[in-house]
């Protein structure tokens, strides 16, 4: 399967050739890829130590000294963080990414989650798009780096993290700033958190992520007494739940608008075509009924716009001929820089108007701000794109799910969405059924990671 690959490669256009790797440093970068993929890293069934160590056995076999590779915090979920010595006359930058994957069954999908598999033009695997790609493409051309010779003049960090998607004590971010804050401080750092975007095969837009939403699950419960099925009463803690739960489904919070936003939606415009083009321009201006018919025909760009809540679980009841004595259910939101906990939890009890619904906070991960837009960073990433993919558009982005971004800007190390993976805008398959990665943006993204690392890591 690699020579075939590797042949149909060798047949694409000259202009398209450009934008990979040299053959062996493809085939490099699948080894690894597919190494980790096959490594199951889930939050509760798996670990990614084994992830960790392997990648620190490379780093030694290619000559870094042992203290240059860092391997800790749990005995399952271990980092590693790597020290790519340069001419310390500016800051460090770090290079993120997890090795940790959402959980995935055999049942749920066409082929073996943890069975790394190239079909159609596509790599298979659960954490083939979120993050192994990425993590995988940063070993690889660390690598090639050091065969190279290339002489930085600030240090490169790779840190390879645990805990990503699920949390808790181990999140390797987190565990790295409280316990080895010295290992990955740094000026700024290079993360998951945007994308490359195809509309019909074609690529249009290359997103550069600065932010991302805030996180935080709320708790919706009714306790009542119960009693027997056979004499019912209106006063029934699901119809309580239930009540509230249809309100809150048919309820939006206010459109806001940040700089980042404003100037998604204006590139976004240059993009699209026909009527919507022209309402994303107006977006950008704020113009409250362009907001209205995108958020309509777009869930992506409505949470671009809006802080959103959504019922993610349910639990109720204990026995089949028994009146509920409990209901409740979990309810994820997504929160804007812009609101607060405060203002959602106060948004929530007036949308589901019942005192018999207790109200709590489960988790919250807390704000983080959004980083600035760099001339550098911004300089490099334009060139880069334009160079690799003419016409393609430049995008800043916020993220509306989650990453170890928001640990890293809320201790002051701003943080960039950069992978340069492109997939289909309506199809992103991560913490989904058959999850999946193009081979050649694979590839591409290496490339793209390669080359913007190694010229804002380039003597002045």
């Known amino acids: 399967m690699i020579r075939l690959t590797l042949l149909l490669l060798a047949g694409i256009t000259a202009s398209a050739a450009d934008r990979l790797p040299p053959e062996s440093e493809r085939q490099l970068a699948r080894e690894i890829y597919k ?18 160590e392997s990648v620190g056995a490379r780093f030694r076999a290619a000559g870094f000294p042992e203290s240059d590779v860092f391997v800790g915090a749990n005995p399952r979920k271990s980092n590693i963080v790597v020290r790519y010595g340069g001419s310390g006359a500016r800051k460090p930058i770090l290079l993120l990414a997890h090795i940790d994957v ?5 049942e749920d999908w066409t082929t073996d989650p943890f069975t790394f598999i190239e079909k159609d ?8 798009a979120d993050d192994k790609a990425q993590a995988a493409v940063w070993v690889a051309n660390l690598l090639r780096y050091k065969r190279e010779g290339f002489k930085p003049d600030r240090d490169l960090l790779l840190a390879l993290t645990a805990d990503e998607e699920g949390g808790g004590p181990y999140n390797g971010v987190d565990w790295l700033l409280k316990n080895h804050r010295d290992l990955i401080d740094s000026e700024y750092a290079f993360n998951e958190g945007a994308r490359g975007e195809m509309v019909d095969g074609k690529r249009v837009a290359n997103d550069i992520g600065l932010g991302e939403k805030q996180y935080a699950d709320f708790r919706l419960e009714v306790r009542n007494k119960g009693g027997h099925s056979a004499r019912p009463v209106p006063d029934n803690a699901i119809y309580h739940l239930a009540g509230g739960l249809y309100r809150l489904s048919s309820f939006s919070f206010p459109f806001r608008m940040s700089d980042v936003t404003r100037a998604y939606f204006g590139q976004m415009a240059k993009i699209e075509k026909g009527p919507m083009a022209a309402d994303l321009a107006q977006v950008a201006t704020g113009d409250g009924d362009a907001m209205r018919r995108v958020a309509a025909a777009s869930a992506p760009m409505n949470a671009m716009m809006r802080t959103t809540c959504v019922a993610t679980q349910l639990e109720g009841g204990h026995a089949t ?18 609101d607060s906990v405060e203002d959602v939890m106060a948004a929530l009890k007036k949308v589901v108007a019942d005192d018999q619904v207790k109200i709590t906070v489960k988790t919250n991960e807390g704000p983080s701000p959004t980083s600035p837009m760099r001339p550098d960073i911004m300089k490099a990433f334009s060139r880069v794109t334009d160079t690799m993919w003419p016409g393609v558009v430049t995008v800043p982005t916020m993220a509306v799910g989650g990453s170890d971004g928001r640990y890293l800007r809320s201790a002051g190390i701003p943080t960039y969405g950069i992978q340069g993976f492109f997939q289909d805008r309506d199809d992103v398959r991560a913490h989904g059924r058959d999850e999946r990665m193009p081979v050649q943006s694979f590839y591409e993204g290496q490339t793209l990671l390669y080359e913007i690392v190694k010229e804002l890591a380039s003597a002045k």
Do not use: D, H, W
């Open 121 to 128: 033009g596509y790599f298979y695997g659960r954490g083939t």
């Open 35 to 52: 190494e980790m993929v096959e490594v199951q890293s889930g939050f509760s069934t798996g670990a990614t130590t084994p992830i960790a």
């Open 102 to 106: 959402v959980e995935a069954k055999r």
């Open 321 to 338: 001929n028994a009146l509920p004595q409990l209901a409740a259910a979990n309810v994820n939101c997504r929160i804007l820089q812009e």
